[in-house]
Structure formats: structure tokens, C-alpha cells
């Protein structure tokens, strides 16, 4: 329980984000992940994120730990019922998982099998009180569990989201906290100046905000995101440096290095690092640091 050790002794914490395959071939994912085993104190396995069908995050976690590395595993309002949400987290407890994660997930409109239901039986809150429930010692059911697992949780928090006010982010926040949530991690973030209005109502030393660093992949990636993706911002410095250097991958792998160690002067709990496939340019960025 490393990650949950660092967290309870005040220290930084590097989360990394290792995407399950689409498929059964793990040896790609279990490689990435041991290359960086030593400077990663847990990795976050996405649960069919973008709706995109692959191996489930508990499949994934269960994988890596059976390795020696810790996971946190997602679970997602999207997929399942409350019966098999809860069946999850007593499986993920009893194969060594400690971390969990709690999303809503994307609609399947955006995914690959746009055909598929939602299912949405319970919202995050409901998800955060079977959590909190099952720690207990009782299902959703009312019903005594024979043996209760215990769960370093977290959840999500839109720390600069735009159209929406900060108080309001805030209070769902404050909401998930006394359902049981121990750490939030944010969307990817390139400019602190982006959450400065949450920052100056939530005090990032007791409450555990764990920034997303996404790396960036091109110039193009970054112009996309900057005009499309409403709740992260690109400032326009960061895109003309990476336009003007004449090694655009190494420049955005610079970027994601320095962000991690500016993210922890700050005094942030951690930070999450995700590579949306490039998981390979992990020891890269860690050892910039």
C-alpha cells in the first residue's frame, strides 16, 4: 500500500496511467509497466476509457499486481449495476487491490460500440456510498458481508472547468469527500494559472489534488485540444514552443517532465501521468525529473 502511505506521510506521489490491451497479448502493458516499476508508486488502470472496449481495469490491475506493482483500479457508473459493481470491488480486494477509482464514464456514442446501452443503475454518488458501505460490512442490500474490504478511494474533480463556477465544483467535491473519497485526480493540465480559482478556495495540503500531465504527442494534438477540449487549456506559449522545436516529440516529452516537477513545487499530493498509448516514453519523462 504504497501509494496510501505516501499519501498519509505528506509525500508526492507519481501516479501512471497503463491502458489495459484490446485484446489478451498483456506483454506489452506488463513491460511498460516494469521499466518504470521503481519510480511509479501506483498505476492507474482506465476502465474502457472513451468508451473504447479493451481488457476491464480489474483484469488489468489484477495482471500488474500479480507482478508486484500496485494498481488503482477504475470502476465506472456506465457498464454495470449495482450487483456487479459491488461484486468488482470484493473481487479487487480479494485479489490484493487496495485503490479504487471511482468515474461516471463517457457515453458509448463516443466509443467504438455505439450500439451498446448505458446502463447507469447508480450515479458517482451511489457508487461512493456502495463503497463506503461495503468497507462497513454491508452490501447495497442491507445484507452483512463475511469479511470487509478497505479501499483507499478517489474520484475526479474538474478543477478548471470552464462554464461552471468554482463554488460549484467545489461543494460536488466537498459532497464525494464525506461519501468517502481520499484523493481526486484533475484533467490534464498545462498552465496552473488555469485552476488559480480553485487553488485559492481549496487548500492542496490537506485536501489530496492530484493534476493530470498528459503528454503531448504533436503539434497537432496540442492545437486540437487547445480549440475542442473545453475543460483543459493550452496557452499559446506552450504550443508555439513545441512549433518551433525542430524535435517536436522530445520537446513535448520536456514539457511533461517539467510540468510534473513544477506541479510538485506547488505542493500538490501528486501527479498523474497519462500517455494515451506511449506508455513507452515513461522512463523518458521520469528520469527528466
Known amino acids: 500500500m504504497?501509494?496510501?502511505?505516501?499519501?498519509?506521510?505528506?509525500?508526492?506521489?507519481?501516479l501512471a496511467e497503463m491502458e489495459p490491451p484490446k485484446g489478451v497479448d498483456v506483454s506489452t502493458m506488463v513491460t511498460h509497466a516494469?521499466?518504470?516499476?521503481?519510480?511509479?508508486?501506483?498505476?492507474?488502470v482506465p476502465e474502457m476509457s472513451n468508451a473504447v472496449m479493451r481488457m476491464s481495469s480489474l483484469g488489468g490491475a489484477v495482471i500488474l499486481q500479480s507482478k508486484g506493482m500496485e494498481t488503482v483500479i477504475q470502476l465506472?457508473?456506465?457498464?454495470?449495476?449495482?450487483i456487479a459493481l459491488q461484486a468488482d470491488l470484493l473481487a479487487a480486494f480479494g485479489c490484493g487491490i487496495t485503490n479504487v477509482m471511482a468515474v461516471t464514464g463517457e457515453d458509448p456514442s463516443y466509443g467504438d460500440h455505439f450500439q451498446a446501452r448505458s446502463v447507469y443503475d447508480i450515479d458517482l454518488l451511489g457508487l461512493l456510498g456502495a463503497i463506503k458501505g461495503l468497507q462497513e460490512g454491508k452490501d447495497m442490500a442491507g445484507i452483512e458481508l463475511s469479511g470487509a474490504p478497505e479501499f483507499l478511494v478517489g474520484s475526479t474533480v474538474n478543477a478548471g472547468a470552464k462554464g461552471k463556477s468554482t463554488e460549484l465544483v467545489i461543494e460536488e467535491m466537498n459532497k464525494e469527500?464525506?461519501?468517502?473519497?481520499?484523493?481526486?485526480i484533475s484533467p490534464p493540465l498545462f498552465d496552473l494559472s488555469a485552476i488559480e480559482p480553485f487553488t485559492k478556495r481549496v487548500d492542496i495540503r490537506k485536501t489530496?489534488?492530484?493534476?493530470?500531465?498528459?503528454?503531448?504527442?504533436?503539434?497537432?494534438?496540442?492545437?486540437?485540444?487547445?480549440?475542442?477540449?473545453?475543460?483543459?487549456?493550452?496557452?499559446d506559449s506552450l504550443v508555439n514552443r513545441i512549433q518551433k522545436s525542430p524535435d517536436k516529440v522530445r520537446e513535448c516529452t520536456l514539457i511533461a517532465a517539467e510540468l510534473v516537477s513544477i506541479l510538485k513545487k506547488q505542493g500538490f499530493s501528486g501527479v498523474h501521468i497519462a500517455t494515451l498509448g506511449w506508455e513507452h516514453k515513461l522512463p523518458e519523462i521520469l528520469e527528466r525529473i
Open 34 to 44: 516494469k521499466r518504470v516499476k521503481g519510480d511509479v508508486d501506483a498505476f492507474v
Open 208 to 235: 489530496k489534488i492530484i493534476p493530470t500531465v498528459l503528454l503531448l504527442k504533436s503539434l497537432g494534438m496540442a492545437r486540437y485540444i487547445m480549440r475542442n477540449v473545453n475543460d483543459v487549456y493550452v496557452p
Open 177 to 184: 469527500i464525506e461519501a468517502g473519497v481520499q484523493f481526486f
Open 2 to 14: 504504497q501509494l496510501k502511505r505516501k499519501f498519509d506521510a505528506g509525500e508526492f506521489a507519481v
Open 76 to 82: 465506472n457508473c456506465r457498464d454495470r449495476n449495482r
